[in-house]
Every structure is written in structure tokens, then in C-alpha cells.
């Protein structure tokens, strides 16, 4: 089963994709981790979307579906989560477009349900190793040594766009550009709402017995 996984920046998306590809075995294909990994190698699509990331606006629709499009080529086959793709219809029609083509689809189209407020204090805590992308929360899961990553020692950082100043804009980015998403999946019947709020275990948990259904 072929799953997107979305909701607002800070809903848990990366967290409960992570703990599907661990126990479920899914192949986890995340733009912004993949963009970030481009960043960090200076690549040519990571320098055109450096700047849009770091501002907390979206990456245009052009160069998000060649990435997507180049990893989904390399992974026929498999079953994938998608985690930050499609984030604009056109975007959703493009992939429809372009797994068609590969011969496969889309079986679910998993929402986060989120309150904003809860999405501001998440982002606003969260810290990330620049090393090997381990995720932190000042809160609820600091690193043992501040600053330091618990797995590889590399060094634990805000991401320029987790700023305080910039969350607002990329949540307003997203009510404008990401939310009409849920129409229309809705309007395939693919739409599968769940709460995103408690801890990890618990919304994967939710997660697991919707793939059942």
C-alpha cells in the first residue's frame, strides 16, 4: 500500500513516517529531507531551493516533481510513503500523472489533524543534528548533552526556517497552498483524517489501524 502522508508543518510527519519505515518497512520519500541532503552537497536543485526553504516558502512546483520524479524511478516497486510531496494540487496532479505512468497509485491520503497552536510551540522547539538529521524537542526530548547530537555527537541546531519569525509565514504558506490538498483527496476518496495530537506511540498507533481498514 502506496501512502501520502501530510498535514502542517510540525504535525508529526517525519516522526511517524520514520517509525513506518522501521516497523512496517515502507520506503520513506521526504522532499524536504531529500532537498536538505541536496543543500548540504551544493547540487544544483539544492541551491535553487535553498533560498526558498530559508525564507519558509515553498519550493516551486518545477523543481520539487523532478526530484520526486528521479527517486520514484529509482524505486519502482516498493511500497512508499510520501511525506512533504504533493504540497500544491498542481503537485498532486503531476504525481498522479507521473505514477500512472510508473504503473502504480496512491491508496491513502493520511491528514495529521493539528491545532495551530500546538504547530507553533512544536516547531518552535524543535532541534535538528546538521550531521545525520536526528530530531529534538527542547520540551519533551532535548539531547542528553545540550548541543550535542546523542547518536553521532555532530552539532544539534534550530533550522532556519523552525525560527519564530518564520513559522508564521510557513504556516500561512501552508493554509493557502497545502490545506485545499484535503478536497482533493477528499474528492478521490482517498481522504483518511486522523488526530494528531499525543504522543508518538499513540498516533501511530491510529496510523496502523487505518492501513488496516
Do not use: W
Request: proline share 4%; net charge positive; with cysteine.
Amino acid at each position: 500500500m502506496n501512502i501520502l502522508l501530510f498535514g502542517a508543518p510540525g504535525s508529526g510527519k517525519g516522526t511517524q513516517s520514520a517509525l513506518l519505515v522501521e516497523k512496517l518497512g515502507y520506503l520513506h520519500i521526504s522532499s524536504g529531507d531529500l532537498f536538505r541532503t541536496a543543500i548540504k552537497n551544493q547540487t544544483p536543485l539544492g541551491l535553487k531551493a535553498k533560498s526558498f526553504m530559508d525564507r519558509g516558502e515553498l519550493v516551486p512546483d518545477d523543481i520539487t516533481i523532478d526530484l520526486i520524479k528521479e527517486v520514484l524511478l529509482k524505486k519502482i516497486g516498493q511500497k512508499f510513503i510520501l511525506d512533504g510531496f504533493p504540497r500544491t494540487t498542481v503537485q498532486a496532479d503531476a504525481l498522479e500523472v507521473l505514477l500512472r505512468d510508473l504503473k502504480t497509485s496512491l491508496n491513502k491520503a493520511i491528514f495529521l489533524e493539528v491545532p495551530k497552536e500546538h504547530l507553533k510551540k512544536r516547531l518552535v522547539g524543535r532541534r535538528v543534528c546538521k550531521n545525520c538529521g536526528a530530531t529534538y524537542h527542547m520540551d519533551g526530548h532535548p539531547p542528553k548533552k545540550a548541543g550535542i547530537c546523542d547518536i553521532c555527537q555532530g552539532e544539534v541546531v534550530q533550522r532556519a526556517d523552525d525560527k519564530e519569525d518564520v513559522i508564521e509565514n510557513r504556516l500561512t504558506v501552508y493554509e493557502t497552498n497545502t490545506a485545499p490538498l484535503k478536497n482533493y483527496y477528499a474528492g478521490k476518496g482517498l481522504l483518511k483524517p486522523l488526530n494528531g495530537l499525543g504522543n508518538q506511540d499513540e498516533i501511530f498507533s491510529r496510523i496502523v489501524e487505518e492501513l488496516k481498514s
